[in-house]
């Protein structure tokens, strides 16, 4: 006989416990109806039982003495035996759902150590098997999973940690915020609100799944190569559910009409050497955009993107500006969650396309595919997944329009919940103490015969990850945010960062080099490092050498000399035969001077044959000087340390 859906068991175990009938008296009534020649089936359907358990039941009764059967009771041998109460085991699912949308979710055995460390922390008995193994067994597992069927053995999606921690609560209310701003300034409709991104089409697709014969273990199918080209496309759609035509980017130096070939009408296109789009051309497919989202300042647009640093700069701004739209950056790594193209657009063209490229193959016998078809592909594939309902189910589902700031809950802002926490400088010390991550113990804890009067939880056994209180420091790339960058307080911060960058470039293109170790392939050396001389052409005061503080001849900021009269001082005390230390090409040398004359030395030089160890190149290259590029006078090498034939030819500066 089958068993019972968990409906009918739910509404019997609530039937029963109505009745104020429990389960002995339930397996005595089913026994005492079988003793009176009942046929099993209908016995276990009148009382709601297992056949096979009561006929397990009814063979031992039988086997019993008179006053052991009345005696006996079947309710503590009724079923199969259980670790976890209910609600243990609905404590434990819980966890296990917490930990996944944290995006730090438990595999199989994991939840097996971790339903072992349970239940040694709950004083529950459990078999032999456990201890050994020191984790519960498959057949839990098996009967967990059936007993919670809100459970379910998923493949993840490798999530970044960027993407994790980025989509936070501050970073989601502060670009509904400027949102919220922009659209009180100006009364956008849906057809005037715009989302712009790339995706990349490339001339290799991924294979579907084809019929083949059993047990063959490689099947494979035609791609057109080993590597594919990537052309990058920008896509561009409205809160109306129309989009535009796409802006495709080849990897050429120049782009040829030719690229377009069946691309979607009034496309456009650049190139690049790389594919990629940069900020030129971005500023020109702003100028295609305005062309076909009519924008003006008379009929002004909303234009959300992402904040990559290809799509900001002056030029950009003051484009948009004169153009009368509007740009508004999504915080970093949150296009997953508040891009619609990304959201409900982009995963159904790549599809399509995928299909399309497989199609091309199959009636293209011999042929490859090449950046020149690509444009036909697309525009075959746009108007099935560029679709009204998809990209109005895009903007929804973010809330962007229509506008809903309260879209997102506290669950979607688990996955940044591991490095939720406070400043340094926001903690006491004790509590900065108890903020640090715990390690969970994979051995799990040993058996205690103590009982305990409060339950452990799974929270409690194997605490939720954390990470560690922020170190803070001042190294490293400013993180980026969510901007309106046609705000004159942001544009004009963007003007004076290009301005500092172009300026930093500059200076260190008149700079007279960089400190550095150089080997035969005239690259630097990865394990030593790099000192940079950051010095003006004039030489002005606020420019000062930085170099390591390992270093012999490091100097601090400030302690520099007269930069004229030091560089006066080492040439006049250099004479023929000396050893100096000259920079060429942004590198350092050691070399012999073999003549010398009113401004400029002739030197020639060594170059670099290990660490810190120097040889005579092969040939004779000895080149004039300038005074200001004689750094310092050395005091003759002396062999470099090692075999006798090694020490011959390779030499050391003691005071390099």
Not at 110 to 115: E, W
Not at 166 to 173: A, L
Not at 436 to 442: D, E, G, I, N
């Amino acid at each position: 006989m089958p068993q019972f859906p968990r409906a009918k068991w739910e509404e019997y175990s609530n039937s029963i416990a109505e009745k104020e009938v429990d389960q002995h008296f339930m397996i005595k009534s089913a026994i005492v109806d079988l003793e009176a020649g009942l046929p099993i089936r209908a016995v276990a359907e009148k009382h709601g039982v297992s056949r096979s358990a009561l006929h397990r039941h009814y063979q031992k009764y039988s086997k019993l003495s008179g006053d052991e059967k009345a005696n006996y009771s079947g309710a503590q041998k009724f079923g199969f035996a259980t670790i976890f109460t209910p609600e243990e085991e609905a404590s434990l699912s819980q966890y296990l759902v917490q930990a996944s949308r944290m995006c730090y979710g438990l595999t199989s055995r994991d939840t097996r150590t971790l339903a072992y460390n349970y239940a040694v922390a709950n004083n529950k008995t459990v078999p032999d098997s456990w201890i050994d193994s020191k984790e519960a067994g498959i057949d839990w597992l098996a009967g967990f999973r059936a007993r919670n069927p809100e459970l379910s053995l998923r493949k993840p999606e490798a999530t970044s940690l960027g993407r994790a921690t980025s989509f936070n609560k501050h970073n989601v209310q502060e670009f509904f915020s400027n949102l919220q701003s922009v659209l009180k300034k100006t009364p956008f409709t849906a057809s005037d609100i715009f989302n712009c991104d790339e995706t990349s089409v490339t001339t290799v697709h991924v294979p579907p799944k084809v019929f083949a014969e059993e047990g063959r273990k490689i099947v494979g199918k035609v791609t057109s190569a080993d590597r594919g080209v990537l052309v990058t496309m920008v896509g561009t759609i409205s809160a109306s559910g129309q989009y535009l035509p796409p802006y495709l980017i080849f990897p050429r130096k120049k782009f040829q009409p030719l690229m377009l070939t069946g691309a979607p009408a009034n496309s456009a296109g650049g190139a690049s050497p790389s594919g990629w789009v940069n900020q030129e051309l971005f500023l020109e497919y702003l100028k295609h955009f305005k062309t076909y989202s009519h924008a003006s300042p008379e009929s002004p647009k909303l234009l959300i993107m992402d904040n990559h640093e290809s799509h900001i700069c002056s030029a950009v701004v003051q484009f948009v500006k004169e153009s009368g739209v509007t740009l508004l950056t999504i915080p970093p790594h949150c296009s997953h969650r508040l891009q619609p193209l990304d959201i409900y657009v982009y995963f159904p063209f790549q599809c399509q396309y995928n299909k399309a490229m497989d199609n091309w193959m199959l009636f293209n016998p011999g042929k490859t595919v090449t950046i020149y078809e690509i444009a036909s592909l697309v525009g075959q594939n746009l108007p099935v997944s560029f679709t009204p309902n998809n990209i109005m189910r895009g903007f929804k589902k973010t809330e962007i329009w229509p506008y809903n700031p309260e879209i997102f809950t506290e669950n979607d802002f688990l996955t940044s919940a591991v490095t939720d926490r406070p400043a340094p400088d926001a903690l006491d010390p004790v509590e900065a103490g108890n903020n640090q991550a715990k390690t969970p113990s994979t051995s799990g804890p040993e058996q205690s015969s103590t009982p305990i009067s409060v339950p452990v939880t799974p929270e409690q056994v194997q605490p939720y990850p954390k990470a560690k209180p922020r170190v803070l420091g001042g190294r490293g790339r400013k993180k980026g945010s969510t901007k309106i960058l046609t705000d004159t307080p942001v544009k004009r911060q963007i003007e004076e960062q290009e301005a500092e960058r172009k300026d930093k470039k500059a200076r260190g293109g008149r700079a007279r080099g960089k400190v550095g170790t150089v080997g035969r392939t005239g690259k630097a050396k990865k394990d030593q490092k790099t000192k940079k001389l950051f010095v003006d052409s004039e030489g002005s005061d606020d420019e000062k050498m930085i170099l390591d503080d390992d270093s012999d001849d490091s100097m601090k900021l400030g302690e520099l000399e007269d930069e004229s009269e030091k560089e006066e001082e080492i040439f006049d005390s250099v004479s023929t035969g000396d050893f100096v230390k000259v920079v060429y090409k942004g590198e350092y040398f050691p070399g012999s001077v073999q003549e010398k004359n009113e401004n400029s030395v002739r030197v020639s030089v060594m170059c670099m044959a290990g660490l810190r160890k120097w040889k005579w190149l092969d040939r004779e290259d000895s080149i004039f000087y300038p005074r200001e590029d004689i750094l310092k006078k050395l005091s003759p090498p002396t062999p470099a340390p090692g075999t006798a034939s090694r020490a011959e030819s390779y030499f050391v500066f003691v005071d390099w």
